[in-house]
T-cell receptor, first 110, second 114 residues
Framework: KQEVTQIPAALSVPEGENLVLNCSFT??????LQWFRQDPGKGLTSLLL?????REQTSGRLNASLDKSSGRSTLYIAASQPGDSATYLC?????????FGAGTILRVKS | GAGVSQTPSNKVTEKGKYVELRCDPI?????LYWYRQSLGQGPEFLIY????????DSGLPNDRFFAVRPEGSVSTLKIQRTERGDSAVYLC????????????FGPGTRLTVL
């Protein structure tokens, strides 16, 4: 069964810290992997998309890596800010569908 | 518009009623997806359209759920004989065309079945 797991479920850090969110998946035959941000009561905002042939993608303070063989991805957030507080979702594309993890709830304290 | 839009933003209905949820994808996007998100969980795939046809409806939970996209743009998700367990946020996404394209999500419709 194709599943996505995110660890930790929740994370609280002081402002300015660098942090890593983890995502693991069960089947390495993926098309791509996408990281999203979701604010309370809102839809999903796409942060980064990594194709299966790529190892990493960067956007501003965000860097996402992909290791297909081990079934893992990490989202690195540098110099965290209170505005980064949200739920971060990892989603893997297998065939026609995205399969999501349950998310990591991030709180950055000022 | 610039992004994916969904209407209504909130829908409250009574058990047994019929509801329709609408999605307007990003202009020019040929692929459209519906997902359902329950509290504290990630979205779950329902159905995928490529153009006017449903290319994959394997995520629809039962035959009370149906979706159409008659002109290859706007899509409507239809739920018959609603049940309390249908309460969730229904999200729509679109992408340019292929399976490797980035998906962009709308704000969702929060459905509450009393």
């Amino acid at each position: 069964k194709q599943e996505v797991t995110q660890i930790p479920a929740a994370l609280s850090v002081p402002e300015g810290e660098n942090l890593v969110l983890n995502c693991s998946f069960t089947d390495s035959a993926i098309y791509n992997l996408q990281w999203f941000r979701q604010d309370p009561g809102k839809g999903l905002t796409s942060l980064l998309l990594i194709q299966s042939s790529q190892r990493e993608q960067t956007s501003g303070r965000l860097n996402a890596s992909l290791d297909k063989s081990s079934g893992r991805s990490t989202l690195y957030i540098a110099a965290s800010q209170p505005g980064d507080s949200a739920t971060y979702l990892c989603a893997v594309r297998w065939g026609n569908k995205l399969v999501f993890g349950a998310g990591t709830i991030l709180r950055v304290k000022s | 518009g610039a992004g994916v839009s969904q209407t209504p933003s909130n829908k409250v209905t009574e058990k047994g009623k019929y509801v329709e949820l609408r999605c307007d994808p990003i202009s020019g996007h040929t692929a459209l997806y519906w997902y359902r998100q329950s509290l504290g969980q990630g979205p779950e795939f329902l159905i995928y359209f490529q153009g006017t046809g449903a290319a994959d409806d394997s995520g629809l939970p039962n035959d009370r759920f149906f979706a159409v996209r008659p002109e290859g743009s706007v899509s409507t998700l239809k739920i018959q004989r609603t049940e309390r367990g249908d309460s969730a946020v229904y999200l729509c996404a679109s992408s340019a065309a292929g399976l490797r394209d980035e998906q962009f999500f709308g704000p969702g419709t929060r459905l509450t079945v009393l």
